[in-house]
T-cell receptor, first 114, second 114 residues
Framework: DAGITQSPRHKVTETGTPVTLRCHQT?????MYWYRQDPGHGLRLIHY???????DKGEVSDGYSVSRSKTEDFLLTLESATSSQTSVYFC?????????????FGSGTRLTVV | AQSVTQLGSHVSVSEGALVLLRCNYS??????LFWYVQYPNQGLQLLLK??????LVKGINGFEAEFKKSETSFHLTKPSAHMSDAAEYFC????????????FGTGTRLQVTL
């Protein structure tokens, strides 16, 4: 997707190891979000950010932390990966705090915890 | 909790037939409503959005949706399905004052057959 990239695209990791996923945007958007996608659950919000160093929890934040030291980068860390965190992770950005703007999504990171 | 419900996790239609994907929301305040489409191994792409300007919203690829407050619905339709419409479709809702956070439905997978 233009203006937003996620890395890595695929990752296999072992239970108990820390993992960091990166979201990078070139749109200078203030709002950034991390979601996870699981069958039967749709997309669920993990954490979001409304500016540099300003972050907040979503509905499924346990076991995850985030950091945003620059406008363009939003990092998601699994502190100690578990099999229940096997999922597809999507980053999204929004132009404004206006609720009518919607998101632009990255292409996702498929994470497998073995 | 304010949410959206998508009726039917799988919908199958013949090529050329009407597509109808259902979405109902639950809230006591005016919502902003969105439909996103996800093709295999890709991120989500915005199809259309309702932001109170007009109740009938036209989107990309011939899709449209109508906001019906009395029915708390925002169903997605397309008069004639194409094979290329096969994908997963997500309804999402947002509200003023929520930092643009989107809450997603569980998704509907559309299959188009010959």
């Amino acid at each position: 997707d233009a203006g937003i990239t996620q890395s890595p695209r695929h990752k296999v990791t072992e239970t108990g190891t820390p993992v960091t996923l990166r979201c990078h945007q070139t749109e200078n958007h203030r709002y950034m979000y991390w979601y996870r996608q699981d069958p039967g659950h749709g997309l669920r919000l993990i954490h979001y950010s409304y500016g540099v160093k300003d972050t907040d929890k979503g509905e499924v934040s346990d076991g995850y932390s985030v950091s945003r030291s620059k406008t363009e980068d939003f990092l998601l860390t699994l502190e100690s990966a578990t099999s229940s965190q096997t999922s597809v992770y999507f980053c999204a950005i929004s132009e404004s705090r206006g609720a009518n703007y919607g998101y632009t999504f990255g292409s996702g990171t498929r994470l497998t915890v073995v | 909790a304010q949410s959206v419900t998508q009726l039917g996790s799988h919908v199958s239609v013949s090529e050329g037939a009407l597509v109808l994907l259902r979405c109902n929301y639950s809230s006591s305040v005016p919502p902003y409503l969105f439909w996103y489409v996800q093709y295999p191994n890709q991120g989500l792409q915005l199809l259309l959005k309702y932001t109170s300007a007009a109740t009938l919203v036209k989107g990309i690829n011939g899709f449209e949706a109508e906001f019906k407050k009395s029915e708390t619905s925002f169903h997605l339709t397309k008069p004639s399905a194409h094979m290329s419409d096969a994908a997963e479709y997500f309804c999402a809702v947002s509200y003023t004052g929520t930092a643009s956070k989107l809450t997603f439905g569980t998704g509907t997978r559309l299959q188009v057959t010959l």
